[in-house]
């Protein structure tokens, strides 16, 4: 009996110390992304003008799903856009690239959205897409959506994206300013 309390405890003390060397190594690992630089960066300008009834030909997004009445904050309402990003925060400056995809408000207490979009790119200096998404919470002055994915220059990349409002003029148009980080790129 003895000698099986022995091997007990040499198996617990070889099971601690792979538990042990896993942590380190995963620890190690985490150290490493953080301190890892982008291996592609740039900013853009997201020009979001939601359809108000009248202006057809200057909108770039639409609402599908009204706001339920419960609460001030657009909880429920969903929103489809095709919106141009620039290089500066000139909504008249040549696109050179289109955000296309979807936001919705998600929280009845406080203004929130979720993103889920593409940055669809066909300019000299980029071709090929950035897949982003993940919460806005726009009371935060800055906020951080996953870069999942992308096509073309942007295959397969990961990455960062940290948004900043930089304008909001009432409820039909809003400019958000991209600080894009990419920490994969093939």
């Known amino acids: 009996m003895r000698g099986e309390t022995s ?39 997201y020009h979001d003008t939601l359809f108000n009834g009248t202006d057809a030909v200057n909108a770039t997004s639409a609402m599908v799903a ?6 001030d904050f657009n909880f429920g309402m969903l929103v489809v856009f095709d919106d141009p990003m620039t290089t500066d925060n000139h909504l008249l400056s040549p696109p050179v690239a289109r955000a296309q995809g979807f936001y919705f ?10 993103f889920a979009y593409t940055l669809v790119f066909n300019s000299s200096e980029h071709k090929g897409t950035l897949n ?11 906020r951080d959506l996953s870069v999942v994915g992308g ?17 909001l003029q009432g409820d039909f148009y809003f400019r958000l300013k991209m600080d894009i980080k990419l920490y994969e790129c093939y």
């Open 132 to 142: 982003i998404m993940g919460a806005d919470l726009m009371p935060e002055k800055t």
């Open 105 to 114: 408000y998600d929280k009845k207490n406080e203004y929130n959205a979720w």
């Open 7 to 45: 091997e007990n405890l040499a198996s617990y003390f070889i099971l601690f110390l792979g538990i042990a060397v896993a942590s380190h190594s995963a620890l190690a690992s985490k150290k490493l992304l953080k301190e890892q630089s982008p291996c592609k960066s740039f900013v853009l300008y």
């Open 66 to 71: 009204n706001k339920t009445s419960l609460g």
């Open 151 to 167: 096509t073309g220059d942007f295959f397969m990349a990961r990455g960062i994206v940290t948004l900043q409002t930089d304008t």
